[in-house]
């Protein structure tokens, strides 16, 4: 008989140079509960970690508190292009959308990918016609308030990974990018292995500045060093210092199979939180402890 994991979930809300006057903690803190809470609602059913992240990812973009669904930022055009990733650990199949603009929420439009392709990445008009044709819901553009001003932080991305019951994995990211980017820029949150990833081994979903994630293969990465028997903690660090060497900061999740748990940070914070079962959520945005679920 096959013995029942305790399931656990984990959100980001993004990493960055975050200033107590403008960052919006107060706001935020209540929608990383609802989103937390919405999630494990699917894993307390029984259901599948892929799912449970995409809810948890879809209530984070529609909160518009985040540069991710209707708080996504601006670029340089005045235009909202998205990004989003999932990926199933037990499979390691995943799907992905970036420089899509007017759908609602990427995160299921990747989702959509991973069902009803072969493919994992679909960017721009042939994505958004992709989409439009497996009916994800798209919003005109007096939808998308971006939440980030010029004086606000410039990291937002929105991300989730998640254990189930069964002992699998899950990790799921989404974004609008930074603010002011250049039309036509993808950073690390769509790409597999930069920003995120999920195996039998681990899950993780990073936030920052992306193009030093990617140049790293950070998500990868970390999950390499928890497969080779790292503490996950350490993995996590590791990473984000080579990301450093790079000249980038940010912070992630990782959430081994076992149960172990990291999160962890570079910059002055990054809006997160955990839940575990029979807990409350619990969230943090500054240098405060979670934990233990």
């Known amino acids: 008989m096959t013995t029942a994991m305790a399931p656990r979930l984990l959100i980001h809300g993004g990493a960055g140079n ?13 929608a990383l509960a609802a989103a937390l809470r919405a999630g494990f609602a699917v894993l307390e059913r029984g259901g599948r970690a892929l799912d449970a992240v995409q809810t948890a990812v879809v209530v984070l973009e529609d909160s518009g508190l985040f540069s991710a669904g209707k708080g996504a930022c601006e670029d340089a055009a005045g235009d909202v292009t998205l990004d989003a990733a999932i990926m199933d650990g037990v499979s390691r199949a995943g799907g992905a959308v970036a420089s899509v603009a007017g759908v609602r929420n990427a995160i299921v439009g990747a989702r959509r990918v991973l069902e009803h392709t072969p493919h994992v990445l679909l960017v721009g008009a042939g994505a958004e016609s992709f989409l439009r044709e497996h009916q994800v819901p798209f919003a005109p553009r007096s939808y998308f308030q971006p939440a980030y001003a010029a004086a606000a932080p ?38 597999l292995g930069a920003g995120t990833y999920a195996d039998e081994t681990c899950a993780v979903s990073a936030t920052g500045q992306g193009e030093f994630f990617l140049r790293s293969v950070f998500a990868f990465r970390v999950a390499r060093d928890v497969a080779a028997g790292r503490d996950v903690g350490e993995a996590l660090r590791a990473g984000l210092a080579d990301v450093q060497t790079l000249g980038g900061r940010g912070g992630a999740l990782v959430l081994a199979a076992d149960g172990r748990w990291g999160m962890h940070l570079t910059t002055p914070g990054m809006f997160r939180g955990v839940l575990g079962a029979g807990q409350a959520p619990q969230v943090a945005v500054w240098d405060e402890a979670l934990g233990p679920v």
């Open 18 to 30: 975050l200033d107590p006057a403008t960052a919006r903690a107060d706001e935020a803190r209540p």
């Open 154 to 191: 410039r990291h937002g991305t929105v991300g989730a990974v998640a254990l189930d019951a069964q002992g699998h994995l899950a990790a799921a990211t989404s974004t609008g990018g930074i603010l002011g980017k250049r039309p036509g820029r993808v950073g690390d949150s769509p790409i």
